[in-house]
């Protein structure tokens, strides 16, 4: 009698076990196929994060490649003034060779196609500061069309000039110099390849921190747009500091008779520039057998543009210096030399030849002055230089 009711109590538990079962079996099968799709959108999105991180590396590169050649290429090739603009920053990270080669680029065409008003390029070779700058504000305020300026000072040297000085951001990159060694004349050849990254600069004029102009900007861009000739002191001279410093190394490229001295500061015109900038010819030799005592710097441009273009040379510099005291170096004037009569007599006396004929205007800039001397300059200027 009882077994009946176990076969029932166990058939009433078969089909609970059975149900049991088959939930179980569906809740895997849903749970991989949840899993599953968990996974394919958790590598798909590592997939798509991993392309982005390197997306935004690229552009970061590109961005820093871009940025670190801008100041400088800035032409997209689609219209004219980006091509002829001037480098917005004159900092930049080509070395030497690079900067040569880039700035050797000569247009075949000779007529512009856009309205060029030629600049001068003013180059002041220095140490550091420029403790005559607040002369030279007064010489170039009102004629910002007309002119640029390049500062080459020691690495080292960070200038602090406000905004408002012209002599603001025109630091260019520079490496150490030597007196009277190639270093000199690599430091000028460094000044000049910066400023003919300018297409307007057509005049190059070569300043110490000791200069000042003796004549206000427009009777100076007069006269030195007006010249037929470049202004490059180059003369033979027998004695034993001309000649006397030559190396028979030095030929066949540098001949004795060929051989020249003159003054380190000059002006050239653009021609001429690009001349200095591109010469393998004579650097090598002048590198190697010019040094003290022979001074690289009176010798190596004054010989290369007389054997190149002695055409184009007047043969004489336009900055007064004072050497009759003897020595090495010229004369320096501090605040008491600063009278009217002192530069009566440079004025007074003056003989040169212009485009031929002769001038009584001879010299444009002299040296060297003293910190010292500035403010007696500042005080004479609007009388004595009018300006």
């Not at 390029?121 to 007064?138: C, E, Q, V, Y």
């Not at 640029?148 to 603001?168: D, E």
């Not at 020595?327 to 320096?332: Q, S």
């Amino acid at each position: 009698m009882m077994q009946p009711r176990v076969v029932a109590m166990e058939e009433g538990k078969e089909p609970i076990s059975a149900n049991k079962t088959n939930l179980f079996r569906a809740l895997p099968s849903r749970l991989l196929v949840f899993c599953l799709l968990f996974l394919g959108v958790g590598v798909g999105l590592s997939i798509i994060s991993m392309y982005s991180v390197r997306f935004s590396m690229v552009q970061q590169l590109a961005t820093k490649a871009t940025s670190a050649v801008q100041p400088l290429f800035q032409d997209d090739g689609t219209t004219i003034d980006n091509f002829i603009r001037p480098p917005s920053n004159l900092m930049h990270n080509m070395n030497d060779t690079e900067l040569l080669w880039r700035a050797s680029f000569v247009p075949q065409i000779k007529d512009y196609p856009f309205k060029r008003v030629p600049k001068i390029a003013f180059m002041f070779l220095t140490k550091g500061p420029l403790p005559l700058a607040p002369l030279w504000d007064r010489f170039f305020k009102g004629h910002e069309e007309l002119y640029s300026i390049y500062v080459h000072a020691l690495p080292s040297y960070t200038a602090g000039y406000p905004p408002s000085s012209p002599f603001y951001g025109r630091q260019i990159p520079s490496q150490m110099v030597e007196w009277g060694r190639m270093s000199m004349c690599e430091a000028e050849r460094r000044l000049l390849a910066n400023a003919l990254l300018d297409i307007s600069n057509e005049w190059f004029i070569l300043l110490s921190e000791s200069c000042i102009p003796l004549h206000n900007f427009s009777i100076i861009y007069h006269y030195i747009s007006r010249s037929r000739h470049s202004f490059m002191g180059s003369f033979d001279e027998p004695g034993p500091y001309g000649r006397g410093r030559y190396n028979p190394h030095m030929e066949p490229e540098v001949t004795l008779s060929q051989w020249r001295k003159g003054s380190q500061w000059f002006e050239v015109n653009r021609k001429l520039a690009i001349d200095i900038v591109v010469d393998t010819t004579y650097y090598p030799k002048f590198k190697k057998f010019c040094r003290p005592a022979c001074y690289v710097d009176e010798h190596y441009f004054p010989t290369m543009l007389t054997i190149q273009s002695p055409h184009l040379l007047a043969n004489r510099t336009l900055t007064w210096t004072d050497w009759s005291r003897g020595g090495a170096h010229p004369a320096t004037f501090g605040k008491a030399d600063i009278t009217e009569g002192f530069f009566k007599k440079i004025f007074e006396g003056q003989v040169c030849l212009y485009n031929g004929q002769p001038s009584t205007v001879c010299y444009l800039f002299a040296r060297k002055f003293a910190p010292s001397a500035l403010d007696p300059l500042l005080g004479l200027a609007s009388k004595v230089f009018r300006y």
